[in-house]
């Protein structure tokens, strides 16, 4: 047997689903810590982001001190706060690690909703007698939310993938069997941990996909398949208009 079929063999054995390392449980740990570290990121991120893009102000910073935090390595991060807070703060440190490396996508996504909106837009709003917290709630938000979603699946997918590195620090996850079965050469174990994660990454990336897609003002999607065949079939079909 080939090295993916092991693994999947090892995925399918009944005593990888019970037990105190079960992967139902490793799969609500590592959930857990996603939702967790991203909540506090957008709690963060976007009012900082909305403001930037409202105002138009303090982009320059926040792309740099969103670059700046892109460069830091997860990995040594994480050792490094669990060195300065202690081995009792070891779950701190780790949401602290993952709250730093969604932050960025989430800013992004907020101010460069609200910068990409037509302006004239913006003027029609407040020419309708529109004020500051009506144009931002009713006009900028709706139309910025596709890549604000956008910015939310970038930070969501880099979480899922970072969060293997939790089992480093006993916190679970489903790179606890990565992380065990290296030393012990279980490949078809690593593999299989690896599997689980690419496929919990492609499966919530789909659903954010769609998540971004209804997202967008139906006036602004563009046309599916379907209907530019209907489109154009009517055309085809129209009455030639009258010579003048």
Known sequence: MNLFGEALAWITDPAQWTGNY???KLLGEH???TAISVLIAAVIALPLGWLIGHTGRGREVAVAVSGAARAIPSFGLMVLLVLLLGVLRTPQAAIITFVLLAIPSLLAGAYTGL???DRR???AAKAMGMTGW???WKVEVPLGLPLLVGGLRSAILQVIATVT?????????LGWPIIQGIPLRRFDQVLAGAIIVAALALIVDLLLAAA????MPRGLRTPGPSRRRRVAKVTATAPASAPA
Do not use: C, K, M, R
């Open 22 to 24: 079960a992967l139902p």
């Open 31 to 33: 959930l857990s810590l």
């Open 115 to 117: 910068e990409a909106i």
């Open 121 to 123: 837009t913006i003027d």
């Open 134 to 136: 009506q144009v931002f």
């Open 165 to 173: 590195i939790a089992a480093y620090v006993n916190l679970g996850g």
């Open 212 to 215: 971004q897609h209804a997202a």
